[in-house]
């Protein structure tokens, strides 16, 4: 009995820290610089054999990705998952997608000390692709693995719609091209610059 109740303190607590780190990350602080985020990054330590990415933590999960040794998964601002395994967070794996992890002693978190993004990129910019983006794909959805809706071309003018969603250890931003067509494009530095915002 005193093994479950002193179990279930340390769950509190758990609960109680990963509360405070939730709410740090929470999206407001997007707009500290220029529309950017504090990147949380899981990776699985060299000496576990594997973990497993599940699609929700119940009885019987589907597994979305089983991750090796050094891999690296983003956590997302979601709230915890508190279940008899221990406490689940939610995280966007490489491929974009969504998922949940054991948080335990099987891996390192480490957070970004840079709250903005590698170009600069924000809600409403309008910015033009420079030599180092012609020929950059814009996906019809967040990932590399997404269609390719068009090719970009050097001087092309694209409007930033929204916020950056974050997949594939990065993060992507819907735009709107000049004839109005949406996709996704990936925050890599030299690609864009910002025209006005």
Same mark, same amino acid.
């Given at each position: 009995?005193?093994?479950?109740?002193?179990?279930?303190?340390?769950?509190?607590?758990?609960?109680?820290?990963?509360?405070?780190?939730?709410?740090?990350?929470?999206?407001?602080?997007?707009?500290?610089?220029?529309?950017?985020?504090?990147?949380?990054?899981?990776?699985?330590? *060299?000496? @576990?054999?594997?973990?497993?990415?599940?699609?929700?933590?119940?009885? /019987?999960?589907?597994?979305?990705?089983?991750?090796?040794?050094?891999?690296?998964?983003?956590?997302?601002?979601?709230?915890?998952?508190?279940?008899?395994?221990?406490?689940?967070?939610?995280?966007?794996?490489?491929?974009?997608?969504?998922?949940?992890?054991?948080?335990?002693? %099987?891996?390192? *978190? /480490?957070?970004?000390?840079?709250?903005?993004?590698?170009?600069?990129?924000?809600?409403?910019?309008?910015?033009?692709?420079?030599?180092?983006?012609?020929?950059?794909?814009?996906?019809? @959805?967040?990932?590399?693995?997404?269609?390719?809706?068009? /090719?970009?071309?050097?001087? *092309?003018?694209?409007?930033?719609?929204?916020?950056?969603?974050?997949?594939?250890?990065?993060?992507?931003?819907?735009?709107?091209?000049?004839?109005?067509?949406?996709?996704?494009?990936? %925050?890599?530095?030299?690609?864009? @610059?910002?025209?006005?915002?």
């Amino acid at each position: 009995m005193a093994a479950k109740l002193q179990r279930t303190v340390i769950l509190i607590v758990l609960a109680l820290i990963f509360g405070a780190i939730v709410i740090s990350t929470a999206p407001e602080h997007r707009t500290q610089a220029g529309g950017g985020f504090p990147a949380h990054v899981l990776t699985l330590k *060299e000496n @576990v054999e594997s973990a497993v990415v599940v699609d929700y933590p119940d009885g /019987s999960p589907n597994v979305v990705l089983e991750l090796r040794p050094g891999d690296r998964v983003l956590r997302t601002s979601g709230g915890i998952i508190m279940s008899d395994e221990g406490v689940y967070i939610p995280v966007y794996t490489p491929m974009g997608e969504s998922g949940w992890l054991l948080n335990g002693e %099987d891996i390192t *978190e /480490s957070i970004s000390a840079v709250y903005a993004t590698s170009s600069q990129l924000e809600t409403g910019a309008v910015v033009s692709v420079v030599a180092g983006g012609d020929g950059a794909p814009c996906r019809a @959805v967040p990932t590399s693995r997404g269609d390719t809706v068009r /090719s970009l071309a050097e001087g *092309e003018m694209l409007t930033i719609t929204d916020g950056p969603y974050p997949a594939e250890l990065g993060l992507w931003w819907p735009v709107a091209l000049s004839d109005n067509e949406r996709c996704w494009i990936y %925050d890599a530095p030299g690609l864009f @610059v910002i025209v006005n915002s």
